[in-house]
């Protein structure tokens, strides 16, 4: 059933919604509406008829699956100590975070391809997001040009609008298409999300794009990675040189204080934590701030010492499984995601459970797309085929 062309599509446009709406859509009510329809949805409705695909993936991740579930069931025991206002509210989030897990073997369904081929047009209108935001930002609005590029819709925060366009851009490198024209439009895109990343001037994401792509020869292991490397090392020193007051003139932004104000917290309530959901504000330099900015610490003051082991477990279950699959385009795709992702969450991501915002493309996007690899690893030249054929 989840395999006919009408299911298809419908599954299609609530990837392509999940990766574009967040820019243009008009509300965020409207985007997390959207959600409901075309993601949330069809993976409810074709859960069952996918069920053998579901056994494989546990089959093939039992780690992952594990920790999933366990993390899962510890914050809903946390829900009994939380100051959240309404626990209700955040059980039924950890349940939409499930269906959203849920989707992507259901989407895939054993082909692989169809995530890249999805991806690759989110990654285009990205860039497309990108290029309006710019005309928009600089050109309408009349901001200055060291002013702090703001992106469309729920990409206005310029550090996380940055991280989700830089990601865009990781996935790109790795899934570059092979016709020559869409080779043309990806160098085009490819310019306009890096731009982008520059303009907002946050130095997380610049530095998570950076070392991402410096890494990609470990496990690309080619020439093209090398020589993209070394491209992106000259590119950042010049990028360096042009605006290095406007990369120092903010400081580290309080962020070793915050850790290790995050860090007293933690030592408060080890073991239960805060709770899932709960409020709480870091107290550093005689500031108060939203969040720990690490989502390490953050889940730790949230979840507890358990809550970090068990997070843990899952991400790292991730770039095992990923590594396994080196061999494969989405193998290599999933690390690179990883790297980045990993890299992004040290400096100001701190929303583990909250509802699906820029945040989930750096902390539960990577493990939705593991879910995959199982037939990634099966069937490598799929991966290839669309390549050739994009």
């Keep these: 059933m989840q395999a006919n062309r009408w299911a298809q599509g419908w599954m299609v446009g609530g990837l392509l919604w ?7 859509a008009p509300t965020n009510k409207i985007y997390q509406q959207g959600l409901v329809l075309f993601l949330w949805l069809p993976a409810l409705v074709f859960a069952w008829p996918a069920r053998d695909r579901l056994k494989e993936v546990w089959r093939s991740q039992p780690w992952i699956c594990l ?5 899962a069931v510890w914050g809903g025991i946390s829900l009994f100590w939380t100051n959240a206002e309404d626990p209700s509210r955040e059980a039924k989030r950890l349940l939409y975070i499930g269906v959203f897990l849920l989707f992507f073997p259901v989407f895939a369904n054993a082909r692989p391809e169809r995530v890249i081929r999805v991806m690759q047009w989110g990654g285009f209108g990205l860039a497309l997001s990108s290029l309006i935001a710019v005309i928009k930002f600089y050109g309408v609005e009349g901001h200055p040009w060291y002013a702090r590029l703001e992106g469309l819709g729920q990409l206005s925060h310029p550090i996380l609008g940055a991280y989700v366009i830089g990601l865009a851009a990781v996935w790109m490198l790795h899934w570059v298409p092979r016709g020559r024209w869409m080779q043309v439009a990806w160098l085009l895109a490819m310019g306009l999300l890096a731009l982008f990343v520059v303009l907002s001037q946050s130095r997380g994401a610049a530095l998570a794009l950076l070392l991402s792509i410096v890494a990609m020869p470990i496990w690309c292991r080619d ?8 491209a992106a090392v000259v590119t950042a020193l010049a990028v360096f040189w042009a605006m290095e007051s406007l ?3 903010r400081g580290v932004s309080y962020r070793p204080q915050i850790f290790m104000a995050a860090l007293h917290m933690i030592a408060e309530r080890p073991w239960g934590g805060l709770g899932l959901g709960g409020d709480y504000k870091v107290f550093a330099d005689n500031l108060y701030f939203d969040h720990s900015h690490n989502l390490f610490t953050h889940v730790t003051i949230e979840l507890g010492l358990p809550g970090l082991l068990l997070w843990c477990g899952l991400w790292f279950g991730v770039l095992w499984q990923a590594w396994k699959a080196r061999d494969t385009q989405y ?18 991501a701190a929303s583990l459970t909250g509802t699906p915002r820029a945040e989930w493309f750096i ?9 995959v690899l199982v037939w990634a690893r099966a069937k490598p030249e799929a991966c290839d085929k669309i390549r050739r054929s994009t």
């Design 247 to 249: 990369v120092l003139s």
């Design 363 to 371: 902390s539960w996007f990577p493990i939705a797309l593991a879910s």
């Design 331 to 348: 193998g290599k795709g999933l690390i690179g995601i990883w790297v980045f992702s990993f890299l992004a969450m040290q400096f100001d």
């Design 223 to 230: 020439r093209r990675s090398t020589l993209i490397a070394a």
């Design 67 to 71: 920790m999933i579930l366990l993390l």
């Design 18 to 24: 999940f990766l574009l709406a967040i820019a243009f």
